[in-house]
């Protein structure tokens, strides 16, 4: 496959310079409207800081709240994807009770504002279920090895259930999505498939695995990576049950220095980075699919 050339014309010249005049222009009336004072060296001392016992650079309460973001959108992503397969091959299954699973799902989820359905999980559901089992003492009573791996990929002990609860959220809120992307991606390939296989005597899940989802995937990767996109981005309204990533820690960092427009800009920074690292890596991936079809 030949590269295509990028080609800069004098429009997106002008479109560039447009929205750097328009940029300026902002931090102007930022600045002489609201009287505003810039503060830019404070921010990186709350991306990392010198930890004195380990004589290095460790991360602070921005970053510490970026890799809580990371562990969210990872965790609510691979559960959610597992929810919306299975979804969607309810979805089109055969049998009338699944298709009406599927469809009860999707329409409850997709109708129910988010920031409601957290704190219908939280507080009704998710304090009851894990008050059962009593979560919380089952890590703490964990070895110490045991708690350490949990902190590095999930969160502090403490936060056990509000970040349990938070994933688990995040997963059926995004599941329902992922749900119609796998329907709609398995209907889009042509009925013939499915009558060739039933001819050759393949069970229907036979079919879905060896012939039908290897086709669909192609098909479904880029509203996929949408998707997972919009996790990351949806991962933000955890806060309210205060887990802290990273737009709650920009909230207790705004309101600790008052440095409003320096914590806000750069959180947007960090969230563009950690989404366009995703949508490179999805690109790379589309690519050497369709090299592979060559």
């Known amino acids: 496959m030949k590269e295509e050339k990028i080609n800069i014309t004098v429009i997106d010249v002008l479109l560039l310079l447009t929205v750097a005049a328009i940029g300026a222009f902002l931090a102007y009336r930022v600045t002489a409207g609201l009287h505003y004072k810039w503060n830019w060296p404070a921010i990186p001392q709350y991306l990392f800081r010198y930890d004195t016992d380990s004589m290095r650079l460790v991360p602070n309460v921005l970053m510490d709240g970026l890799l809580m973001t990371v562990r969210l959108s990872i965790w609510g992503t691979v559960i959610a994807t597992a929810v ?30 988010p920031l409601v359905l957290i704190f219908i999980f939280y507080y009704f559901i998710s304090d009851q279920i894990f008050a059962l089992v009593d979560i919380d003492l089952v890590m703490n009573s964990q070895p110490e090895w045991c708690r350490s791996l949990f902190e590095l990929f999930c969160a502090p002990v403490p936060q056990c259930s509000a970040f349990m609860s938070a994933v688990i959220t995040l997963a059926i809120l995004e599941g329902a999505y992922i749900t119609e ?19 050759l005597g393949l069970s229907r899940w036979q079919t879905m695995r060896h012939i039908i ?14 998707q997972f996109i919009s996790t990351i981005k949806d991962s933000a309204i955890v806060s309210v049950i205060s887990i802290q990533e990273l737009t709650f820690q920009g909230m207790e960092l705004m309101s600790a220095t008052y440095l409003t427009f320096e914590c806000w800009i750069t959180i947007t920074v960090l969230y563009l980075v950690l989404t366009g690292f995703l949508s490179l890596g999805v690109s790379h991936l589309e690519t050497r699919m369709k090299r592979n079809e060559i």
């Open 84 to 113: 919306g397969l299975f979804m969607g091959l309810l979805r089109v299954s055969r049998g009338l009770f699944g298709r009406l699973v599927g469809l009860t799902y999707v329409e409850c989820v997709r109708n129910i504002p």
């Open 181 to 199: 992307i796998i329907r709609a991606g398995i209907q889009s390939i042509e009925k013939g498939q499915f009558e060739a296989s039933s001819a």
């Open 213 to 226: 989802l290897p086709q669909a995937i192609k098909i479904i990767l880029p509203p996929l990576a949408g």
